[in-house]
């Protein structure tokens, strides 16, 4: 076949292309996957716009596109990430009232209290909400890194809430974590390196006190999916069962044995079997039960981050979905500690979480803009005078798929819809052939490169045409695979304005799949096929996978652009990591950013506004000095102007555009 293969994966059912039945919101809600990742945060409201529910099911609403609208008209460029701070602020909600609940019901006689791990999201207005909303729960914050300790260190001012200090750990770690206690912080050390032990006791030794110790498990519970190998024998971190048993031993020379106080351990991310979990857990609370007999004091079991998100709203156990809600979660948490301390007496720990993603994933939206579309059109290009033979068979072709068409409109149904088909077929059959033709007398020098231009393109008028006929078949009607295989090979690619490595790396690091989706015209029935090719230079800059209910689909559902009218995508549920992981490929720097707060009678206040980097930062960020590299050309235009090569008029209009370039973001205007 002489068009591009269409990609392998599952091409959309039918259903949700074409069709004659009416389309509306709720089908695009339904199509989009939206009705089940979003709830209770993202619908589609009438007017085929999403809506944001940013207080959750406890009311108001805002219209994105509106709002995006509204931000434009601020200077606020796209591509743009808009923060949700409601959103946070009620995912830290149902996070506590899901460890309430479960703690209320398997009579818990212990506590919840948890952390955010710094790592997910360390930007200081992220950070900041959380402690502030987190403080009537005295929720705390997770360091793996010295920069990380010293936001932790310097936001968290409640003398109640958990500094859990994670990752590599030198001398200076150790002994500013001490010395904290000592401001009134209560950070734990977590003992992650056998070595790391000989450090703590030298340098309690060396200020007269020690910091609260914790010991992170390497548990033998392995969990699945892309961070299984975060536990198991050759994980990175956490302490082999001897190694604990030596580490305990040494505590307690070293008379430190009281002030070890915690049990850490952590499965990875992204937890998609609850039964993984729970395999942890048993472990976990036999590890520490066994800490308390060995005659360490404990009281908090931080069982690690790994709380996952259903992405894709499949609830399966699949690589994008997770086969259990936050409530199960908090429940087989509480019930299977409960459990392992029962038997030994022991009194139940406070209960920690480390608990990144699933606070953080739902409240920032990515909204970019779509430059263009590539593709193929359905316009016939019109007969020349004496046209070759093979052109004339094409054109009769395209002229035989229209008189279907034709007749269909005229019989309605009547014709039967295998005969439609069967006829379908054998002209898709004959456009194919006649274009082999022409490429073979092409290479043999008989046609043109115009002539040879005007068969593809009605080659692709006739794939459209017939595309648009399945379109309008009943729902039940059978249709070859080579015909199915059409609105894919048709399929465009929609050029966003975007970095992929710069907004949504984890797409290209690891496949991972993020909900996308048009976040207005969402009443209209979508009618083409696509995927995403980002700003850089570089293939790999793409988003070509998309949730598809457990499964992976390599084009999404998209409308045809409209001249003049912008084409707005959201990317959603990528509050967690990828700000941080993402890079500065090709001098793509970080986006325009916004906080937004529900205010009372469905307004909104915009709390932050976070410039992303100017061209002139990137820049720097390379080490290369903006002024340096301006005088440069400076200099090079005088040469220009006296070689009598530029007029000044332009010199100075090149210089003005460099001058702005380097104070505006590093994407495209609109
Ligand atoms: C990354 C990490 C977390 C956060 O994991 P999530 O899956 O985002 O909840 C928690 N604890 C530790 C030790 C981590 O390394």
């Not at 505590?251 to 915690?262: I, K, N, P, V, Y």
């Not at 004339?392 to 008189?403: F, V």
């Not at 090079?636 to 003005?656: P, T």
Request: with cysteine; glycine share 10%.
């Amino acid at each position: 076949m002489a068009l591009a293969d269409p990609p392998s994966a599952s091409i959309p059912d039918s259903a949700s292309l074409g069709r004659s039945d009416p389309w509306t919101a709720t089908d695009a809600a339904a199509l989009y996957g939206l009705d089940r990742w979003g709830d209770p945060y993202f619908s589609v409201g009438a007017r085929g716009h999403v809506m944001v529910q940013p207080r959750g099911d406890r009311g108001g609403s805002l219209d994105l596109v509106e709002l995006v609208r509204e931000l434009q008209g601020r200077d606020l460029s796209l591509p743009l990430l808009i923060r949700f701070d409601d959103i946070l602020e009620d995912r830290l909600e149902r996070l506590h009232g899901a460890f309430e609940r479960a703690i209320t019901q398997y009579g818990y006689d212990g506590r919840y209290q948890g952390v955010f791990p710094v790592k997910c999201n360390q930007q200081r207005h992220v950070v900041e909400q959380l402690v502030e909303s987190g403080r009537r729960w005295h929720f705390g914050l997770e360091a793996g890194s010295k920069a990380e300790l010293l936001i932790a260190l310097s936001l968290l001012d409640d003398p109640d809430a958990l500094l859990i200090c994670n990752g590599y750990k030198d001398r200076r770690y150790i002994e500013t974590a001490i010395l904290a206690r000592r401001l009134g912080r209560q950070p734990v050390v977590v003992i992650e390196q056998a070595d790391e032990v000989e450090r703590i006791i030298a340098a309690s030794s060396a200020l007269g006190g020690a910091p609260f110790i914790g010991i992170r498990a390497k548990l033998s519970a392995r969990s699945t999916g892309r961070w299984g190998s975060s536990v198991g024998e050759r994980a990175k971190f956490g302490l082999s069962i001897p190694d604990v048993l030596s580490t305990v031993e040494r505590l307690r020379e070293a008379g430190l044995l009281d002030d070890l106080r915690l049990l850490h351990f952590h499965v990875g991310s992204q937890i998609n079997d609850i039964a993984v979990l729970k395999d942890a857990l048993q472990e976990a609370g036999q590890i520490y039960a066994e800490l308390t007999r060995l005659g360490a004091p404990m009281g908090f079991l931080d069982v690690g981050g790994g709380l996952g998100i259903d992405y894709d709203g499949s609830r399966t156990a699949t690589a994008a979905s997770t086969n259990y809600s936050l409530q199960n979660y908090a429940n087989d948490v509480v019930a299977t500690i409960r459990e392992c301390c029962e038997p030994h007496g022991i009194r139940p720990p406070t209960l920690v979480s480390e608990s990144g993603r699933a606070l953080a994933s739902h409240f920032s939206v990515l909204v970019f803009d779509v430059l263009g579309a590539g593709g193929h059109g359905e316009a016939v290009p019109p007969a020349a005078e004496g046209e070759a033979l093979i052109l004339r068979n094409l054109r009769d072709t395209h002229a035989a798929i229209a008189a279907i068409a034709a007749e269909r409109t005229v019989d309605g149904q009547d014709a039967g819809e295998r005969g439609v088909v069967e006829r379908l077929q054998e002209a898709w059959n004959d456009a194919l052939k006649f274009k082999e033709d022409a490429l073979n007398a092409f290479r043999l020098g008989y046609l043109s490169l115009p002539e040879r231009a005007t068969a593809e393109r009605l080659t692709w008028a006739s794939c459209q045409a017939i595309a648009r006929q399945l379109e309008g078949l009943a729902a039940d009607t059978v249709i070859p695979q080579e015909l199915q295989a059409l609105p894919a090979a048709l399929a465009g690619t929609y050029y966003a304005n975007l970095s992929v490595f710069r907004s949504a790396p984890d797409t290209w690091a690891i496949d991972q799949l993020f909900p996308v989706l048009p976040i207005h015209r969402l009443d209209e029935r979508p009618t083409r096929l696509g995927s995403f090719a980002d700003l850089t230079c570089d293939s790999d800059g793409k988003i070509a996978r998309f949730i598809d209910r457990g499964q992976v689909k390599p084009l999404l559902e998209l409308h045809g652009l409209r001249p003049g009218e912008p084409y707005w995508i959201g990317l959603f549920l990528g509050g967690a990591y990828q700000e941080v992981m993402g890079n500065l490929h090709n001098l793509f720097g970080s986006t325009n950013a916004v906080h937004i707060r529900l205010a009372a009678g469905g307004a909104y206040r915009v709390e932050h506004v976070v410039r992303g980097n100017t061209n002139a930062e990137v820049l720097e960020a390379m080490e290369h000095d903006p002024d340096l590299l301006l005088e440069r050309l400076r200099l090079a235009s005088e040469q220009a102007i006296g070689r009598g090569d530029l007029a000044i008029s332009d010199a100075r209009r090149l210089m003005a555009h460099l001058r702005a370039s380097l104070e505006q973001t590093t994407y495209l205007e609109a």
